[in-house]
Nanobody, 127 residues
Framework: QVHLVESGGGLVQAGGSLRLSCAASGRTVSSYDMGWFRQAPGKEREFVAGIRWSGDNTYYADSVKGRFTILRDNTKDTVYLQMNSLLKEDTAVYSC????????????????????WGQGTQVTVSS
């Protein structure tokens, strides 16, 4: 089992940047494909970005492509989400999630594919 804790959220002006971190404990993060999701008030949780356990493959929601970057440092058991050019509509609670890695690689876009979740960190973008 892995325990995930997010940090780095906060209040930022539109156009600004934030870097979220997701620290894993209990089991090495290299055992998992990782993802970031977000949930805005009154909306369903949605996929933001994902990264394969090895870091070789990344994938993004169209709404963040070109602005967000997902990274991982398996030596530190940490996954990051670098968010640039933030928009007001990026305001949400951001959560990281872990999915057991598989032999055959596939992007993990659905919430149901993830086995463990963090509590989330609030990101608020002001205009």
């Amino acid at each position: 089992q892995v325990h995930l804790v997010e940090s780095g959220g906060g209040l930022v002006q539109a156009g600004g940047s934030l870097r979220l971190s997701c620290a894993a404990s209990g089991r090495t993060v290299s055992s998992y494909d990782m993802g970031w999701f977000r949930q805005a008030p009154g909306k369903e949780r949605e996929f933001v970005a994902g990264i394969r356990w090895s870091g070789d493959n990344t994938y993004y929601a169209d709404s963040v492509k070109g602005r967000f970057t997902i990274l991982r440092d398996n030596t530190k058991d940490t996954v990051y989400l670098q968010m640039n050019s933030l928009l007001k509509e990026d305001t949400a609670v951001y959560s990281c999630a872990a999915a057991f890695r598989t032999l055959m690689y596939r992007p993990r876009l659905s919430r149901s594919e993830y086995d463990y979740w963090g509590q989330g960190t609030q990101v608020t973008v002001s205009s």
